[in-house]
């Protein structure tokens, strides 16, 4: 009978200590993968969990950048870790996006993944350089589309880019057609957007704003839920009736597919937590973000529904990225 006891104990200590070590495995660093190259808004992101949720977690967290292929690379190998809440991807709506553009890419960008938690939302601006166009309202660049002779142009930072497929949808819903200029990044597109090359394009607010101040650009409608704080005069494109939802890019935290719910959502309260700490709201405004909460399941609603939007708007102007 001893024996015997002596077995059953031995066994619930291991369960208890192996369980214990799964929920929150004591001292084991964190890997967040950024899938794009430091200084981005989503290494930020990155970068201010890293520096708050060790105290949280009691465990050190560690950013790792691997960027290539438009995100692919980083995000591949997250989604081939080891479902343990040990390695974790940093995107955004890229993500989904990237499911529709690429035909042959070797992981799931939605099914791949356990979402863990949105971070924030980045608002996109449809802008224009005043002393090139006379367009101030939606409804005006629409019958200025209509009636130039050639077409318009806008720009964006790459083929398929959220900038991209906003405009995409804006043009399909607008019922008209602009020549796509396609930049290897942001600064040069805005460049000649002030240089009177360019004549629309879609930036993030952080990237707008000053412009817009100094008067060298003018914002026409933003891709917000709501009007924003900062331009209060300047109308939605849901509320102009051009969309039905907002076109603002998520940012959030996925886990590889198959990782415990527990595990989950201890991972999820605790970048809640940070995410609501009042520094890290002052460094994502910085770049634009609104810091934004969600439980595992309601950032996973988002994902799916922003994944077949796009994939709507991809098919419909045949985009391809490949």
Not at 19 to 40: K, N
Not at 99 to 115: E, G, H, I, Q, T
Not at 187 to 216: C, N, S, W
Not at 296 to 306: S, Y
Request: proline fraction near 8%; charge should be positive; include cysteine.
């Amino acid at each position: 009978m001893f024996k015997t006891w002596c077995k059953r104990w031995m066994a619930a200590c291991l369960g208890a200590i192996s369980l214990g070590a799964f929920a929150a495995p004591s001292g084991a660093p964190i890997t967040l993968v950024v899938p794009y190259t430091p200084g981005t808004g989503i290494d930020l992101i990155a970068r201010q969990l890293s520096a708050n949720l060790p105290a949280l977690l009691d465990q050190p967290v560690v950013v790792d950048n691997v960027p290539g292929a438009s995100g692919n690379i980083g995000s591949e190998k997250v989604a081939r870790a080891k479902p343990d809440g040990q390695t974790l991807l940093v995107q955004v709506n890229t993500l989904v996006m990237n499911r529709s553009l690429y035909k042959r890419l070797p992981y799931d960008p939605v099914n791949d993944f356990a979402p863990v938690a949105q971070t924030s939302w980045g608002t996109l601006l449809l802008v224009t350089n005043p002393k090139l166009h006379k367009a101030a309202t939606v409804q005006e660049v629409v019958a200025e589309a209509k009636a130039a002779s050639s077409p318009l142009n806008y720009a964006t930072p790459g083929v398929g880019t959220p900038h991209h497929l906003s405009m995409a949808l804006f043009l399909q819903r607008s019922g008209i057609e602009m020549l796509h200029v396609p930049y290897k990044g942001t600064a040069g597109a805005v460049t000649d957007l002030l240089g009177g090359r360019i004549d629309y394009m879609f930036l993030p607010v952080h990237v707008a704003l000053q412009h817009i101040k100094e008067g060298k650009l003018r914002a026409i409608a933003s891709g917000s839920a709501k009007r924003l704080p900062q331009l209060p005069d300047v109308p939605t494109l849901s509320e102009l009736g051009v969309i039905t939802d907002n076109i603002d890019m998520w940012y959030g935290v996925l886990a590889p597919k198959g990782t415990p719910s527990d595990v989950v959502e201890r991972l999820n309260q605790a970048i809640n937590q940070v995410l609501k700490m009042p520094a890290v709201g002052k460094a994502f405004e910085a770049q634009g973000m609104i810091p934004a909460t969600s439980s595992p399941a309601e950032f996973g609603a988002l994902i799916a529904k922003d994944a077949q939007r796009w994939a709507d708007v991809v098919k419909r102007s045949n985009i391809t990225a490949d």
